[in-house]
């Protein structure tokens, strides 16, 4: 008692025990002191690798004893960041014995013997971690190493209640304590209170809390510190062992659920176990429910399931957390109903339901009611199969599937159909029969038969076998088939053949039925098995009935003990059999009912081995029907001839192996004395007889047996032998599951069939090459062609091959064994290239990256590695142990890749965690444990297969023990739904189709097709054949067809084509939502509904007009779809009778539909309101009034479209915000066609320009780009708000359509607010001194100045002009006041605003006379009410704001001036003639009226010209800062120069070219790219950042192609340019030295194609008259010229490195041509030996030329580059398609349609791609493999070049002068 006394309230362990002086305590290893900056003290930290070498021990020896008796301990410490922990407490028992109990995040598990107790210990994570994100979704700890935002913890452990339920023992006292490494701890006490940590003092005073009550605060010395106004448990971990919760584990310690604080005496609380209990969460407090409480206490399911509703679900793949931080609400989930409470002792009544709270997470607001059965008429269908899509809310909801009238199902149905299957065999290899016709052969692959033509190979299937079939016989005109089963349930099936339904099905024999035989006739049939004692059987059945729908019933049957290995019935008596087998051979006959037998007396040969038997064919008149000669076959090779009738020997024959009388000669006669050859099987006809042997040939022999007269040799040995009722041909089927057939005739040999003779393991498919590779027990790896069947290599390995993967593009393939080797492998030289041995067990996974640049591998044993495949080496770049989870279960395909390449996923480090790592660095991203995703499971759910969906969806798909498939986040591991009851068995494979809208798994024997979005009634279709489980099952790359394999190769036909979707086949399939269907919106029709899908762009604002004329409303139509929409002009009062759903376009959707668009274009158009037509007519006759023919003025001020041939197509497929494969990375080059097209803001930084219909915003500093995209024409103007935080861009429409006019905000690039008005092109914007009004200028065709609110975006005002305006500009003092320019002068405009409504009127002036007959082109406002104006002659204009008169002139150029503007006393002035003159205006104020000078002769004399500079082009924008010292200046070359007036310096920011673009090439190290022009230039650049590095210009010419030199040895010199020019020569600069180097003239007319050979010997170039030339670069000279394609010009040459010896060719490299008479050229070349051969010479069919024959597409052609070996061809013909042509096959192997007509096309070598642009501006980028494409809409003009880089990564697109860099992400 006493030593109780004094540890009241509690023992501080440290401060009793003096730690700091190790007096009493002990220490080892690391154990230091710091500072701890979040508990602002001094603690111990313990740090070391092995933590038993590493530690705190209390007291200092195990033999003395703390003897604290405090029933409660408290531990302050915090885990280590990535490391393991351990804690031992040796608790003293009152029985006697000495209790260790230890936790660590070290165990896996619970443990526990007589004297030990081992607790895992799930460390938290502070607040807002992804790793708390992570165990709230898990609804769990972390289990492991403590994440690395582990915090202070408070531990308390019950230690009375430990001893007491876990080992029956009364706690005494606490004995030692030892606190190993890795941790810190600041630390221990005891105490038999229950203390509460987050309860400070004051709060536990207020609350009443005290000591006698058996609780209280934690004292001071202990507590943790709390900033003012936070809470503790958002700072620390508060775990209480055991915890209070209501689902908080009983056998491992972690983070519960803090209670309220008890108020009972300590005498209350016994050590008892209670019922779990439904409590309220507070916010700190996180449920995180353990697996061994599932396991220990299961929970009782009621019988029927509550059915839930729910108004909204999240969409998968959206995780949104709506309260983020806030108490979660307590109206999150009410519950409904009369039976909730059944199973925890509670019930509500009908009449007065209450609500149950459920604990939930705060992750959002989803409410879910749950009804009685009463109450909603709606229950689960029959499926098994239970779907949980997982919302916003803290657990999975269930939702039933209800039934309908009507239930949608997965389409086509059926979504597969078998197609092919390569295999024979399973159960035997004697098994195979000839059709009566002999042009089709039937033989089992397992459990399916196949009935395969021999001419076209075309397969058909018998399928309902459930096992391997085992016996097939046919009747005598092949009209019925039978079949029989091996194994337990050895059925018989018949099958009417011509129309492959079964017509019977029984069972008579209980096993092993082996040997089946159809008389003639088809009435009777014989089989041969085991009964239930597995003895000998023989049945005989009546047939006769059953092809007319009779049952089969059971003649006669009988029991023997003899052997049979083969029984026939006599073709000539349906009553009679024979039968052979070891010692015997024996004739059998049915009558009355009885089956009879007699043997044949075999004398000295009835010691035989007999294999077969077969009737002598044939028959004379003169003799009886049994009257004939039986053969039988032996292994001993002995060959009797047995006469039936008399049942007797008539003659012996015996095979001997052959004999070599000489050297290259068999000797045919083989009968004789000696050793055997054993006679497998024999087959009779009437000429011949033919034997199959042990030794592997098939021979032919006459009847007499005389000699040999053919045979044919096998690779292993023959198992039957058949000849075709013709005689013609016969059939031999091998040990090795070869099946071939021996033509008599022409004595040639025909492989049907090659297969594996044991299963198979896994399998790859080339989808560019349609091959597959597979990987068998057998111990062999084999190659095969997908269409034809055949194999076509075959490796043999010493080891079982586990896993294979073909090279994505390469013809390569990898191949992991049994013994832990990775072998690479090339497949057309058949050499192995490389071989590494890095794991120690099996290979389990090994993967290709997409791109093809990385390749992984998986070991049994947890070891992974990465290899670069890039290199032909394969080295390995990293290995990593312990990470896949261990075993072989998870074979062939325990690796997935995501397809961008990002990310790589498999199951480990454990069997219930799920790794995903960076694919390029093997850096762990993110670690999912998938066994506590369940919460209501009982058992342990570990993870067996990994598959990513399409990068677009985010998605990884994992399968579980459970049989369950779980979507889980591949960016925050959060579970978004899973899928119950997949397969009867688990889910062996899993894959996701290329397009997201399809799932395919494999369970057992049998594959199903899912619905990825699991939105239908029915998600999913099961399919059978396979005998054994399947390993493995995935799409084919063109996704066409699938592929399953197991114990055969199934190729299925995939017949869901994008067609059956209802979508537009043009357009790129959507990735799949896995969301719930959502309810229609309330309040809104269908039609509403349908209307928020067409559209995905900015919102669309209402403009009111003002009262007169009437008010106008215009709808701009963003979306890049074309200003299809911008007639939409509707009367203010009409607006919701015309169109009511304007308001909802704008809501943001999944990708709009184009035709959609123009009908709802072509409905508007068409007028149905009256109101609508009137408007229109009303504004077009007062157009017409003012200006009848719009004259285009003659000053080049006035922005003119760049004249265009091209046409937008507005029906494209552009890809969802997110799923784009390329990226928009750079702009190259300004408009200088635009006009104030640029603006700068010194202040912010803003730096923003136009190139075509792109707004490009550079950083200065850094020169990263952002690119603003909503336009679909030229960029006109743009303009900046004074707080540089608005843009606004003009662009004018196409087709008629009215201009557009977007609204960007330049935070976050987006697009406010849009306002399409004006007709024509819009020629001035500009926004008021206080950006509250913006102006807006049409060009000549729609002289019209409109004033618009920034607020809104609505018209406040209008005013037409008589003649062409050019400029605009507001007051900078007045903010009421602006001022126009124009042909007919000057505008000067005031607003007046009268409430609401804003009149803007305007005022005509005329130039002065003494300026002359001119045009006022350009004016700008200084701030003393003076406005300055710019003519077309060259003069300045100064005009008094007040009187609104001009009182200064003078001429400050020679030419038109087209910028002004004003700073301070400072005017800057730009003209056409290139020049930029700065000019002192300070004296221009004393000009005015009434100023000191009155003489106008002296006013010009008072300005001055302070400085001037000469530029590239003419001037055309202008921006400046305050002081005008410093700017940007844009000209009509295309150049932005950076100008500075102190230094008198300009400086080239960004550079373009003027003209037309030709052509842009990357070098071959991507270090630099060239472009060519129609100006003669060829440029080169810098490709880190664009900038122009050099420029060559040939003046008077034009550079029509150009190309780089290859890199052959880079100490051989630099890199050099070659361009080719419109005067027929060849230019050659070389990089270093900015020189031309050489000039050559091989043409006589323009170079339209250039390239230099693959290895650099030569330059190819071609000519437009169609003649190519071969130069050498060294010498200059011509060294052969080429004249096939004559006539026509050349549009393309390429040049491969390729070793062609396949074509009987000599060449190391190869070459082609193409010419605009769609003609191609194929070559082979050598030129060190001087050799150029035609390889082949492709033409390609077109319709008759139309008469504009040069407005044909181009003929484009290329090789392929990840095979040579292809040519892909487009041009003007039949259909807009590529024809993809093999230069091996000799013709179109596959095409693959267009939209348009291509005018450009690059081929990349990484990923498939094909960049394809048109002359409607679409840039079209295309998967070869799979078709798959996306468009983008980002040029103004037709596409007329696009250039991959050599690597793949990155794209050049050029129309016109536009050239946009994207980079490749890929599809």
Not at 1615 to 1638: H, K, N, P, Q
């Amino acid at each position: 008692m006493t030593s109780r006394v004094w540890q009241h309230p509690y023992v501080n362990i440290f401060k009793h025990m003096r730690v700091e002086e190790w007096k009493k305590t002990s220490r080892e290893g690391d154990v230091t002191t710091y500072m701890d900056k979040t508990l602002m003290c001094s603690v111990f930290r313990i740090r070391g690798s092995i933590p038993a070498s590493n530690y705190i021990l209390l007291p200092k020896t195990s033999t003395q004893s703390l003897g604290l008796t405090g029933r409660y301990l408290y531990l302050l410490f915090r885990p280590s960041p990535a490391k393991h922990f351990v804690v031992h407490l040796d608790i003293a028992a009152e029985e006697g014995q000495v209790i260790r109990v230890s936790f660590s995040n070290l165990f896996k598990e619970f443990k526990s013997t007589a004297t030990w107790l081992q607790f895992p210990f799930l460390c938290g994570a502070a607040k807002g971690s992804v790793y708390e994100s992570t165990a709230k979704t898990a609804r769990h700890g972390l289990v492991g190493p403590a994440p690395s935002t582990v915090r202070w913890t408070c531990l308390m452990m019950d230690l009375q209640y430990v001893l007491s339920v876990y080992l029956n023992r009364r706690h005494s006292h606490l004995k030692t304590v030892k606190l190993c490494a890795n941790m810190s701890v600041k630390n221990m006490f005891t105490s038999d209170l229950l203390l509460d940590p987050g309860v400070s003092f004051n709060e536990a005073k207020q609350a009443g809390l005290a000591s006698s009550l058996g609780t209280g605060p934690m004292p001071r010395e202990m507590s943790f510190p709390v900033p003012k106004g936070g809470s503790w448990h958002d700072l620390y971990d508060y775990i209480r062992f055991p915890s209070d919760g209501a689902k908080m584990p009983f056998d491992s310690i972690q983070k519960g659920y803090p209670s309220a604080v008890s108020t009972c005496p300590p005498a209350e609380m016994s050590p008892m176990r209670q019922m779990s209990h439904s409590v309220n969460i507070s916010k700190p407090v996180q449920d995180r429910v353990s697996l061994i409480q599932q396991i220990t206490t299961p929970k009782l399911h009621p019988r029927h399931r509550t059915t839930l509703e729910t108004s909204s679900i999240a969409e998968l793949g959206v995780v949104t957390s709506g309260l983020n931080g806030q108490d979660a609400s307590q109206d999150d989930w009410h519950f409904h109903g009369d039976n909730l409470g059944k199973g925890q002792g509670s019930r509500t009544s009908r009449s007065h339901r209450s609500a149950v709270r459920i604990p939930c997470r705060d992750d959002g607001g989803v409410h879910v009611y749950a009804h009685t059965e009463d109450d909603i008429n709606t229950h689960r269908d029959d499926s098994d199969v239970e779907e949980i899509v997982c919302t916003a809310v803290s657990r999975p909801v269930t939702l039933p599937i209800a039934k309908e009238s009507q239930q949608r199902k997965l389409h086509p149905d059926p979504i597969l159909r078998l197609n092919r299957i390569i295999g024979f065999g399973g159960a035997t290899m004697k098994c195979a029969l000839w059709t009566k016709s002999g042009d089709t052969v039937v033989y089992p692959c397992h459990a399916i038969i196949v009935s395969m033509k021999i001419s076209s190979g075309q397969q058909r299937f018998f399928i309902g076998h459930t096992d391997k079939v085992s016996a097939l016989t046919f009747n005598g005109n092949s009209t019925v088939l039978a079949s029989a089963q091996t194994g337990i349930q050895s059925v018989v099936r018949v099958w009417n053949y011509l129309k492959a339904n079964c017509l019977a099905m029984f069972k008579t024999h209980a096993h092993s039925l082996s040997s089946l035989s159809f008389s003639y006739s088809g009435g009777v049939l014989c089989g041969v098995g085991k009964d239930g004692h597995s003895k000998t059987m023989v049945v005989v059945w009546n047939t006769l009935c059953v092809t007319k729908g009779g049952e089969v019933s059971v003649l006669a049957k009988a029991h023997t003990d003899v052997d049979i290995q083969t029984m026939k019935i006599a073709f000539f008596d349906d009553t009679r059999m024979v039968s052979c087998g070891r010692d015997n051979v024996r004739l059998w006959r049915v009558r009355s009912g009885v089956l009879r037998s007699c043997p044949v007396n075999l004398g000295e040969y009835h010691a035989l081995d007999f294999t077969d038997v077969a009737f002598e064919e044939g028959h004379s008149a003169d003799r009886e029907p049994e009257d004939r000669t039986l053969f039988a076959s032996s292994r001993s090779g002995h060959i009797l001839e047995i006469d039936y009738g008399s049942v007797a020997i008539k003659n012996v024959r015996r095979l001997l192996p052959a004999q070599q009388a000489h050297a290259q000669r068999r000797e045919k006669q083989t009968f004789g004395m000696g050793l055997g050859i054993a006679v497998n099987s024999i087959s009779v006809s009437s000429g011949f007889c033919a034997t199959g042997s042990e030794d592997g040939f098939l021979r032919l022999w006459p009847l007499d047996f005389s000699t040999v007269f053919l045979e044919a040799e096998h690779e292993g040995p023959v198992s039957l032998v058949s000849v075709s009722d013709d005689g013609l041909s016969v059939m031999a089927a091998t040990t090795g599951g070869n099946l071939g057939y021996l033509d008599v005739s022409s004595r040639g040999y025909s492989t049907l069939m090659r297969s594996h003779t044991d299963g198979v393991l896994g399998f790859s498919v080339d989808g560019i090459r349609r091959r597959i590779t597979t990987a068998s027990c057998d111990r062999t790896v084999r190659v095969w062609d997908m269409d034809s069947m055949q194999q076509l290599y075959d490796f043999v390995s010493e080891d079982t091959p586990c896993s294979v993967a073909f090279h994505p593009s390469l013809q390569v393939f990898s191949c992991g064994s049994s013994s832990g080797l990775v072998r690479v492998f090339d497949i057309a030289s058949a050499k192995l290239l490389a071989e590494h041995k890095q794991h120690r067990g099996e290979v389990v996974g090994l993967a290709f990256s997409p791109d093809g640049e990385f390749m992984y591998s998986a070991g049994s044993l947890g070891s992974l590695a990465l290899y670069n495949s890039s290199q032909e080496d394969h080295h390995v770049l990293r290995v990593l142990g312990n990470v896949v989870a261990r075993g072989t279960e998870r074979a062939p395909d325990a690796l997935t890749v995501s397809s961008d390449n990002r990310s790589l996923a498999f199951v480990g480090p454990s069997e219930y965690t799920v790794t995903i790592m960076a694919a390029r660095s093997l850096d762990e991203l993110l670690r999912v444990d998938v066994s506590i995703l369940d919460v209501e499971s009982t058992s342990l759910d570990s993870a067996l297969k990994v598959c990513f969906s399409p990068a677009a969806t985010g998605h990884l798909l994992v399968t579980t023990s459970a049989n369950k498939i779980l979507w889980i986040s591949a960016n925050t591991g959060r579970l978004l739904r899973e899928v119950s009851k997949v397969h009867k068995h688990q889910c062996s494979s899993l894959a996701v189709s290329e397009d997201g809208r399809f799932l395919l798994t494999a369970g057992h024997n049998a594959v199903k097709v899912w619905d990825y979005s699991m939105q239908l009634h029915v998600n999913s279709q099961m399919f059978i054949g396979h005998s054994q489980p399947i390993r493995q099952v995935n799409f084919s790359p063109d996704q066409m067809a699938v592929v399953s394999v197991g114990d055969a190769i199934f190729f299925w036909d995939f017949l869901a084509h994008p067609q059956e979707t209802g979508t537009d086949r043009r357009s790129p399939p959507n990735s799949a939502s896995v969301s719930p269907p959502k309810p229609a919106l309330k309040g809104h029709s269908e039609s509403e509904v349908n209307c928020r899908l067409l559209s995905n762009g900015m919102p669309r604002r209402t403009a009111p007009l003002p009262s007169s004329p009437p008010p106008c409303l215009d709808i701009s139509s963003i979306d890049r779809i074309g200003q299809a929409l911008s007639h939409l002009s509707l009367c203010e009062e009409d607006i919701d009778k015309v169109l009511p759903r304007a308001a909802h376009l704008a809501g943001p959707s999944p990708r709009p539909a184009s035709g959609s668009f123009l009908k709802v274009t072509e409905m508007a158009a068409g007028g149905d309101s009256p109101t609508l037509k009137s408007s229109l007519k009303r504004a077009a006759d007062s157009d017409s009034l003012e200006v009848e023919k719009p004259v285009r003025p003659d000053c080049y001020k006035h922005f003119t479209p760049r004249f265009k041939t091209s046409t937008l197509d507005q029906s494209t497929a552009t890809p969802k915000l997110g799923e784009e494969g390329l990226s928009l990375k750079a702009v190259i080059g300004y408009n200088g066609n635009g006009r104030a097209n640029m603006v700068w803001n010194p202040e912010t930084g803003l730096f923003a320009y136009s190139c075509g219909c792109v707004v490009v915003v550079e950083n200065l500093h850094t020169g990263s780009q952002r690119h603003w995209l909503g336009h679909t024409e030229e960029i006109s103007c743009l303009a900046v708000t004074n707080d540089a935080q608005t843009v606004a861009s003009a662009a004018g429409g196409s087709g008629g359509t009215r201009s557009l006019i977007c609204i960007w905000n330049v935070q976050d690039g987006t697009c406010s607010n849009t306002i399409s008005y004006h007709r024509g092109a819009v020629q001035a914007l500009s926004f008021s001194r206080d950006d509250f009004f913006f102006l807006t200028v049409g060009d000549f065709t729609d002289p019209e100045v409109a004033l618009w609110s920034t607020r809104t975006y609505q018209l406040l005002s209008r005013v037409s002009v008589s003649g062409p305006l050019h400029d605009v500009a507001f007051s900078p003092s007045a903010a009421s006041q602006l001022a126009c320019v124009g042909s007919q002068g000057l505008y000067f405009c005031n607003t007046h605003t009268q409430g609401l409504d804003v009149e803007l009127k305007v005022q005509r002036v005329c130039v002065p006379e003494e300026v002359g007959d001119v045009e006022l082109t350009a004016l700008c406002y200084n701030a003393n009410s003076i406005l300055f104006t710019g003519t077309n002659s060259g003069h300045v204009c100064a005009w008094d704001c007040n009187t609104q008169r001009c009182f200064m002139t003078w001429e400050a150029d020679q030419g038109e001036i087209g910028v002004l503007l004003c700073r301070g006393n400072r005017l800057l002035t730009g003209s056409n003639t290139r020049r930029l003159g700065l000019w002192g205006v300070a004296a221009v104020q004393s000009m005015r009226p009434g100023g000191e000078a009155s003489n106008t002769e002296d006013r010009g004399a008072r300005v001055l010209l302070e400085q001037e500079m000469m530029l590239d082009g003419t001037v055309v924008s202008a921006a400046f800062d305050d002081v005008m010292d410093m700017g940007i200046v844009g000209t009509t070359a295309g150049t932005l120069w950076y100008i500075n007036w102190v230094d008198n310096t300009s400086i080239r920011l960004i550079s373009g070219h003027k003209s037309k673009v030709n052509d842009v090439v990357f070098s071959p190290d991507e270090s630099h790219f060239a472009t060519c022009g129609e100006d003669g230039s060829v440029r080169v650049w810098s490709a880190p950042n664009n900038e122009l590095v050099v420029q060559f210009q040939v003046l008077n010419q034009s550079c029509g192609s150009a190309c780089w030199s290859p890199v052959v040895s880079p100490s051989k010199g630099d890199a050099c340019v070659v361009g080719g020019y419109s005067d027929g020569t060849l230019r050659i600069f070389r990089l270093a030295s900015s020189e031309m180097e050489l000039k050559l003239h091989p043409h006589p007319v323009a170079v339209t194609a250039i390239q230099y050979s693959a290895n650099g010997q030569v330059i190819l170039s071609a000519g437009r008259d169609g003649r190519m030339a071969v130069s050498s670069p060294v010498t200059g000279l011509t060294v052969r010229l080429i004249s096939d394609h004559k006539g026509a010009p050349i549009t393309t040459i390429q040049c491969v490195k390729k070793q062609y010896k396949e074509f009987g060719l000599e060449g190391n490299e190869m070459w082609l041509a193409a010419s605009t008479d769609r003609r191609v050229s194929v070559w082979a070349a050598d030129w060190m030996k001087d050799k150029c051969e035609l390889l082949d010479w492709l033409t390609f069919p077109a319709p008759a030329n139309p008469e504009e024959s040069d407005s044909l597409p181009p003929s484009l052609a290329a090789f392929s580059p990840i095979d040579p070996g292809l040519v892909v061809y487009t041009g003007y013909g039949v259909e807009r398609e590529l024809s993809f042509y093999s230069l091996a096959k000799k013709r179109v192997i596959k095409t693959i349609a267009l939209s348009h007509w291509a005018m450009c096309l690059s081929l990349s070598s990484k990923g498939r791609l094909i960049a394809v642009g048109s002359k409607e501006r679409v840039l079209k980028l295309i998967k070869s493999s799979s078709g798959r494409f996306q468009d983008f809409l980002h040029h103004s003009d037709s596409l007329q070049t696009c250039r991959f880089s050599p690597s793949g990564k990155l794209l050049f697109t050029v129309a016109y002068n536009e050239i946009l860099l994207w980079e490749v992400q890929g599809l």
